[in-house]
């Protein structure tokens, strides 16, 4: 009895020395002090998977999917020789085509960037995917011009989400100082999708008819959609060093950013000669130069290819680096690499018949130049644009650029085409417009191109005098919104 009570009494005194007992180093382990190795943890049954949300992972994704949008965007301008001829179409037609897609591309992509903001961007775009692909691939069931006019209108609604919900995601994924090399990367689908689109569809088109180009276009996005929906969205502003998204802020408050307006300029004359190019450059080839559709295509393909790494890797890492040094560096840059396009596609424009190889190493290393654009100048909006506002900052920008650029671009080259070679005829005293006459007129209306690029680098010299002041301007609404309760 005595004996368990001096037991007691000194354990007692050896947790009031501070010590630990063995009694305590049994119940509890971490009194020790001793390190403990930890438990190993089970997966808990729903718990979502880290890759899911990983950027690398959403971002590869997101790429593919522009990809498809842009190659399919750009099927029917590889298609173009063949279905002019199978309907009969004239240049303007050939054209319009391209207008009315752009048109009401603009006009429903406000909507859908205001979603973009405030629904699934994820559900959005797998929807938008599922339209464009399934009207891409009806289009090879179309038997005349009013059918495929409707086909394109349908593809033109669904690709309206591809831009708007991308570059939303993505900014969110990101910080300020990786996103232009993010935001290059994701448009590099531009020039590939081109690419690819000529490279593969000039070659099946003339091998199994246009049509069944068209099919081929669509069939991607059958995997795409359930790789899509396995990711995770990021929440808005996560990449962001300000802990408000700008969910204050209205949205009219984008027309009182100056800088929007000069990009908005840009990228309507940016769009106006990618669309002209996207609608009769492999024509051109083929009328001017000689080539067949799989000549002009494939190697065009090739061009654009090399052209879309270059602009994607230089736009990136010059984006990137320039905002360290200057905070206009991204609108300056944007402005000398359209400067440097001008001549070279002036250069290309005036290369004789036959001499193809000099035409598309020089067009392609201007639409390089030209694409360029992208990675600096997206980047550029979502430094001045609060992240809760990035998709309806997206969707007014493409409205606005697609209204007033690429509607126009197809369509009056089209339009000027049609002229020349009207004029082409009189001057060499036929009276019928024959297909000389076609390849000298749109020779003559290339030369848009390298007008609108002098232009371009202008408009994007006075955006960068304003855009460091909408920066901050940027940074103080966003305090503002962090400071509130």
Same mark, same amino acid.
């Given at each position: 009895?005595?004996?368990?009570?001096?037991?007691?009494?000194?354990?007692?005194?050896?947790?009031?020395?501070?010590?630990?007992?063995?009694?305590?180093?049994?119940?509890?382990?971490?009194?020790?002090?001793?390190?403990?190795?930890?438990?190993?943890?089970?997966?808990?049954?729903?718990?979502? #998977?880290?890759?899911?949300?990983?950027?690398?992972?959403?971002?590869?994704?997101?790429?593919?999917? $522009?990809?498809? $949008?842009?190659?399919?965007?750009? #099927?029917?301008?590889?298609? #173009?020789? !063949?279905?002019?001829? =199978?309907?009969?179409?004239?240049?303007?037609?050939?054209?319009?085509?391209?207008?009315?897609?752009?048109?009401?591309?603009?006009?429903?992509?406000?909507?859908?960037?205001?979603?973009?903001?405030?629904?699934?961007?994820?559900?959005?775009?797998?929807?938008?995917?599922?339209?464009?692909?399934?009207?891409?691939?009806?289009?090879?069931?179309?038997? $005349?011009?009013? %059918?495929?006019?409707?086909?394109?209108?349908?593809?033109?609604?669904?690709?309206?989400?591809?831009?708007?919900?991308?570059?939303?995601?993505?900014?969110?994924?990101?910080?300020?100082?990786?996103?232009?090399?993010?935001?290059?990367?994701?448009?590099?689908?531009?020039?590939?999708?081109?690419?690819?689109?000529?490279?593969?569809?000039? !070659? *099946?088109?003339?091998?199994?008819?246009?049509?069944?180009?068209?099919?081929?276009?669509?069939?991607?996005?059958?995997?795409?959609?359930?790789?899509?929906?396995?990711?995770?969205?990021?929440?808005?502003?996560?990449?962001?060093?300000?802990?408000?998204?700008?969910?204050?802020?209205?949205?009219?408050?984008?027309?009182?950013? !100056?800088?929007?307006?000069?990009?908005?300029?840009?990228?309507?004359?940016?769009?106006?000669?990618?669309?002209?190019?996207?609608?009769?450059?492999?024509?051109?080839?083929?009328?001017?130069?000689?080539?067949?559709?799989?000549?002009?295509?494939?190697?065009?393909?090739?061009?654009?290819? *090399?052209?879309?790494?270059?602009?994607?890797?230089?736009?990136?890492?010059?984006?990137?680096?320039?905002?360290?040094?200057?905070?206009?560096?991204?609108?300056?840059?944007?402005?000398?690499?359209?400067?440097?396009?001008?001549?070279?596609?002036?250069?290309?424009? %005036? =290369?004789?018949?036959?001499?193809?190889?000099?035409?598309?190493?020089? %067009?392609?290393?201007?639409?390089?130049?030209?694409?360029?654009?992208?990675?600096?100048?997206?980047?550029?909006?979502?430094?001045?644009?609060?992240?809760?506002?990035?998709?309806? #900052?997206?969707? *007014?920008?493409?409205?606005?650029?697609?209204?007033?650029?690429?509607?126009?671009?197809? *369509?009056?080259?089209?339009?000027?085409?049609?002229?020349?070679?009207?004029?082409?005829?009189?001057?060499?005293?036929?009276?019928?417009? $024959?297909?000389?006459?076609?390849?000298?007129?749109?020779?003559?209306?290339?030369?848009?191109?390298?007008?609108?690029?002098?232009?371009?680098?202008?408009?994007?010299?006075?955006?960068?005098?304003?855009?460091?002041?909408? %920066?901050?301007?940027?940074?103080?609404?966003?305090?503002?919104?962090?400071?509130?309760?």
């Amino acid at each position: 009895m005595f004996h368990r009570w001096d037991l007691f009494l000194a354990n007692v005194q050896f947790k009031a020395s501070g010590c630990v007992t063995l009694e305590d180093r049994m119940a509890s382990p971490k009194a020790s002090g001793l390190p403990v190795s930890p438990s190993p943890t089970l997966p808990i049954a729903g718990a979502p #998977a880290k890759w899911r949300s990983a950027p690398g992972l959403s971002l590869a994704v997101l790429f593919a999917i $522009n990809l498809l $949008n842009f190659y399919d965007r750009q #099927a029917l301008g590889a298609l #173009a020789e !063949p279905i002019r001829k =199978e309907f009969h179409l004239t240049d303007t037609q050939l054209g319009i085509l391209g207008t009315i897609f752009t048109v009401l591309y603009a006009v429903v992509g406000v909507p859908f960037g205001r979603l973009a903001d405030s629904w699934s961007r994820k559900k959005l775009l797998a929807l938008g995917m599922l339209v464009w692909s399934g009207l891409t691939a009806g289009s090879a069931l179309v038997i $005349n011009y009013a %059918m495929l006019v409707v086909t394109r209108l349908g593809v033109g609604v669904g690709e309206a989400v591809c831009a708007p919900a991308g570059t939303s995601w993505i900014g969110d994924m990101f910080p300020a100082h990786k996103r232009s090399r993010a935001l290059a990367f994701f448009m590099l689908a531009v020039p590939l999708g081109a690419g690819l689109s000529y490279m593969v569809s000039g !070659p *099946v088109a003339q091998a199994f008819g246009w049509r069944a180009a068209l099919v081929i276009a669509a069939a991607p996005a059958a995997v795409l959609i359930p790789v899509l929906m396995v990711l995770r969205e990021p929440k808005r502003g996560a990449s962001d060093a300000h802990a408000a998204a700008g969910h204050h802020i209205s949205a009219w408050s984008l027309v009182r950013i !100056p800088t929007l307006w000069w990009i908005i300029a840009s990228g309507a004359m940016i769009n106006f000669n990618l669309y002209a190019l996207g609608s009769f450059l492999p024509a051109f080839l083929t009328r001017f130069h000689g080539l067949s559709v799989a000549r002009s295509g494939f190697w065009l393909g090739v061009g654009h290819v *090399v052209a879309g790494v270059f602009a994607a890797s230089a736009g990136g890492i010059i984006g990137d680096r320039a905002l360290r040094y200057r905070r206009n560096g991204r609108m300056l840059a944007a402005s000398a690499s359209a400067l440097a396009a001008a001549p070279l596609a002036f250069w290309s424009v %005036m =290369e004789p018949a036959g001499s193809w190889v000099a035409t598309i190493i020089l %067009m392609c290393a201007a639409y390089g130049l030209l694409n360029m654009y992208y990675g600096l100048v997206y980047s550029a909006i979502h430094d001045i644009v609060a992240p809760a506002l990035r998709g309806t #900052a997206m969707s *007014v920008y493409f409205m606005a650029m697609y209204l007033c650029g690429a509607s126009f671009g197809p *369509v009056i080259t089209g339009r000027l085409s049609d002229m020349m070679a009207r004029r082409a005829a009189t001057l060499a005293g036929s009276a019928a417009i $024959n297909e000389a006459a076609k390849a000298v007129g749109l020779q003559q209306a290339m030369f848009v191109i390298p007008a609108f690029s002098v232009g371009l680098a202008v408009v994007l010299f006075a955006g960068s005098r304003t855009v460091a002041r909408d %920066m901050a301007a940027r940074d103080t609404q966003l305090a503002g919104g962090a400071a509130r309760p």
